[in-house]
């Protein structure tokens, strides 16, 4: 079954420290995945979005996330947090040829002053 | 305007009121979504529209209705509701059926079910 696992519920970095959430997926064929962001009582903001080519997205807000095949992964990643990056993150797989997102139970950032 | 705007923001209904949420996207896109979002649960996603037939109902209780009356629209139309369908419903669109497209989101109404 297709499934999008984010292993980390809570994170905590300090401000200006390197950040890296984690996201496994399981799926048969082309992946298309995404990464989005929330903030509390808002919709989800679209942060980055892999459909092809390059495994190294770059996307908004100084985020940036790899593609691994060979590990079902597609992590997020931000060299230096800063406290404005506080919210919940998502990572989501769209099932090929249907309008199936599927989303991971989602990874809430807390940033240390 | 511009994405997807939903009204009202927050809502507080009794179990036995009748009430719509409204969704409106200005995105030019052909599929609509209604998700669910709970504490401690991922998004669950509850109907898909595209060009306004439902293409997607994924087990919701018959006290949620959903109507699509054109492809920049979407209703969810609310009646009986239990205090367990209190949560963020998160209205969605997307230019789907491609298989490459990302859904842009609402900013969501607060349903409290009292």
């Known amino acids: 079954a297709q499934s999008v696992t984010q292993p980390d519920i809570h994170i905590t970095v300090s401000e200006g420290a390197s950040l890296e959430l984690r996201c496994n997926y399981s799926?048969?064929?082309?992946?298309?995945l995404f990464w989005y962001v929330q903030s509390p009582g808002q919709g989800l903001q679209l942060l980055l979005k892999?459909?092809?080519?390059?495994?190294l997205v770059q996307g908004i807000k100084g985020f940036e996330a790899e593609f691994k095949r060979s590990q079902s992964s597609f992590n997020l990643r931000k060299p230096s947090v800063h406290w404005s990056d506080a919210a919940e993150y998502f990572c989501?797989?769209?099932?090929?040829?249907?309008?199936?997102?599927?989303f991971g139970t989602g990874t809430r950032l807390k940033v240390l002053a | 305007e511009t994405g997807v705007t939903q009204t009202p923001r927050h809502l507080v209904m009794g179990m036995t009121n009748k009430k719509s949420l409204k969704c409106e996207q200005h995105l030019g896109h052909n599929a609509m979504y209604w998700y669910k979002q709970s504490a401690k649960k991922p998004l669950e996603l509850m109907f898909v529209y595209s060009l306004e037939e439902r293409v997607e109902n994924n087990s919701v209780p018959s006290r949620f209705s959903p109507e699509c009356p054109n492809s920049s629209h979407l209703f969810l139309h609310l009646h009986t509701l239990q205090p367990e369908d209190s949560a963020l419903y998160l209205c969605a669109s997307s230019q789907g059926g491609t298989g490459n497209t990302e859904a842009f989101f609402g900013q969501g109404t607060r349903l409290t079910v009292v």
């Open positions: 892999y459909f092809s080519g390059d495994t």
């Open positions: 799926y048969g064929a082309t992946p298309y």
């Open positions: 989501a797989l769209l099932l090929s040829g249907t309008y199936k997102y599927i």
